[in-house]
């Protein structure tokens, strides 16, 4: 007899695969973004399946959410503002197709020599856990024992939103859709709650799933619905506040390790003494960070002057 959670699995499986390939198939915008929103919770549940709770956590809030946010608001911009569609030149198409192709060889060529019955560094892991701070792995591994990995990804957070910026600077900007009063209502409501949660989750990231990039991602929301009511228009006055925001959480980071080596110990060699504090202090200003970066992105340019015609609204 098929195990009900085997036979689960295995439609789950064939699920993913079905919608990974509907999004790249799929010729309307509109119903691909759809798709692969709900390719993002399939993923997401799958990875509760492989009893990866932080993964999957970061899966439904980043690579779910807030991705498809992102998504939803370009479509929003290309048809207020349609341009005549420009070819691809077959280069291209061929590069893009070779650099896929080595990726999943890549990809296929780590699974196929990776041991079934490998160790990995699980054991290594808990057995140095007493000296990381906090009591829970994953935050342990990516705080303490890999904080240099973990760095760099809130470097290239920071390099994103530079990089929009940039590339915004100059471009005509699609008006924003007017969501109406019910919304606004739901933004009022909703708001303490999804503040509560981020919160929660970056606090409890020291002992069980969640940490910075989950809670930053749900705090991201709060901004979201604040763009999307118009509760909260961004002001030229505001870029100094946005522009620390973003590198808070780099600058604490780097700040913390620049400390620690200079006390003559390694960077990121924290004192026991001070270990879940100095990871606390990390983690609540990449939050921070994170949540604000995340809703500039969704803006997608540097706060302007408001137009009379949205003053007046």
């Not at 799958?46 to 970061?58: E, G, I």
């Amino acid at each position: 007899m098929v195990e009900p959670l085997l036979l689960f699995d295995a439609l789950l499986g064939l699920a993913i695969a079905a919608l990974a390939v509907a999004v790249l198939t799929v010729h309307d915008r509109f119903a691909m973004i759809v798709l692969f929103i709900v390719f993002g919770l399939m993923s997401a549940l799958a990875w509760v399946r492989l009893s990866a709770p932080d993964v999957a956590l970061a899966e439904a809030a980043i690579g779910t959410g807030l991705t498809g946010a992102l998504l939803l608001t370009t479509l929003h911009h290309i048809r207020a503002a349609p341009a005549a569609p420009v070819p691809v030149p077959g280069g291209v198409v061929v590069a893009n197709l070779g650099l896929c192709a080595l990726i999943f060889g890549g990809l296929a060529f780590a699974f196929l020599l990776t041991p079934l019955q490998a160790p990995g560094l699980a054991p290594a892991v808990a057995q140095n856990m007493a000296a990381s701070g906090v009591g829970h792995p994953v935050t342990a591994v990516l705080l303490n024992f890999r904080a240099y990995d973990t760095l760099m990804e809130v470097v290239v957070l920071l390099a994103a939103i530079v990089a929009v910026w940039m590339v915004e600077r100059g471009t005509v900007q699609a008006p924003a859709p007017v969501l109406g009063e019910i919304y606004r209502g739901f933004s009022r409501l909703a708001l303490p709650a999804i503040v509560v949660i981020g919160s929660y989750l970056l606090w409890v990231g020291a002992q069980a799933p969640g940490g910075a990039f989950q809670g930053g991602a749900v705090l991201a929301a709060v901004g979201l619905l604040l763009l999307l009511g118009r509760l909260y228009r961004p002001q030229p006055a505001h870029r100094p506040f946005a522009r620390a925001g973003f590198v808070l959480g780099t600058a604490v980071f780097a700040g913390v390790a620049l400390l620690v080596a200079g006390g003559g110990r390694l960077p990121f060699e924290y004192p026991a003494a001070h270990a879940k504090t100095l990871i606390l202090l990390i983690e609540g200003m990449v939050t921070i960070s994170i949540a604000v970066t995340l809703a500039a992105l969704f803006h997608g340019r540097e706060p302007e002057a408001v137009p009379v015609s949205e003053k007046s609204e």
